[in-house]
């Protein structure tokens, strides 16, 4: 086994990781696809093949990481929720994902989101509303974040596929 494969397989691990660090936030998300596209251009022994591979790589992981902020802070602004309410979902994510295993993040979240919301507004009704229009707009920025990961990992796949095919 030469070492270019072995940079291709742990470019190809660390991707799936990526992609599925984009749902589950303990992984390392879009960032680490960009950092294995970038060492699989390096090192994978693709030549421009892998530089173009990375740059239009690239593209889809910045437009995931910027329409999944974009989007998910405009709906945020638009229902008037404070980034305090988010931070307090973020914490008791946290706190919930080493409480209740595997769901632990998602619930410790949600209930963050929700008793911030909660102190904020003094109105119940009103805190779930906002709360889930804060859950709405993440999700929807998670699933425009996770489509692109998926095409910047598509890129490297048909990347490796014409290199192999090339040699």
């Known amino acids: 086994m030469n070492a270019e494969l072995i940079v291709t397989i742990l470019c ?8 599925a660090g984009v749902i589950i936030p303990v992984l390392p998300g879009s960032i680490l696809i960009g950092l294995s596209l970038l060492a699989w251009a390096i090192w994978g022994g693709a030549g421009p093949l892998g530089w173009v591979v990375f740059g239009i790589g690239m593209v889809f992981v910045v437009a995931g990481m910027l329409a999944s902020a974009v989007l998910t802070g405009r709906k945020l602004k638009q229902h008037g929720i404070p980034n305090r309410s988010v931070l307090a979902g973020v914490v ?8 209740i295993p595997v769901v632990g993040l ?11 919301e909660v102190l904020r507004t003094r109105d119940f009704r ?8 804060a859950l709405k707009a993440t999700g929807i920025g998670i699933l425009v974040e996770f489509g692109l990961a998926c095409a910047a990992a598509s890129t490297w796949v048909i990347g490796v596929w014409i290199n192999a095919v090339t040699r």
Do not use: E, H, T
């Not at 190809?12 to 992609?19: N, P």
């Not at 008791?92 to 409480?99: P, Y």
């Open 12 to 19: 190809g691990l660390a991707i799936a990781v990526g992609v």
């Open 106 to 116: 998602f619930v410790g979240f949600a209930l963050g989101l929700l008793a911030s």
């Open 126 to 133: 009103m805190a779930v509303r906002s709360s889930a229009a």
């Open 92 to 99: 008791l994510g946290v706190v919930g994902m080493f409480v």
